[in-house]
């Protein structure tokens, strides 16, 4: 086997490993979601908001700021 086929070949299975690594990682993390608190999920809608659709335009409301 010459010096540059081994090379690459090495090289391929330094990727290989990289990648099934990163995809078991990847699993083993989405498996188990962290549940929030009463607690923290009332201090992330306070800071985010809440997922609910904004109310309607009124007519004649501008969507601009006022300065």
């Known amino acids: ?9 090495v090289l391929a ?3 290989a490993a990289a990648s099934g690594t990163t995809l078991y ?5 989405a498996a188990a979601p962290p ?4 607690q923290q ?3 992330r809608e306070k800071f ?5 659709e904004l109310p ?3 007519k004649g409301q501008e969507m601009r700021p006022r300065w």
């Open 35 to 38: 549940d929030m608190s009463e």
């Open 41 to 43: 999920r009332i201090s």
């Open 1 to 9: 086997m010459s010096r540059p086929v081994l090379i690459v070949a």
């Open 48 to 52: 985010f908001g809440t997922a609910e």
């Open 13 to 15: 299975l330094v990727a």
């Open 25 to 29: 990682l990847v699993q083993a993390d």
């Open 56 to 58: 309607p335009i009124e």
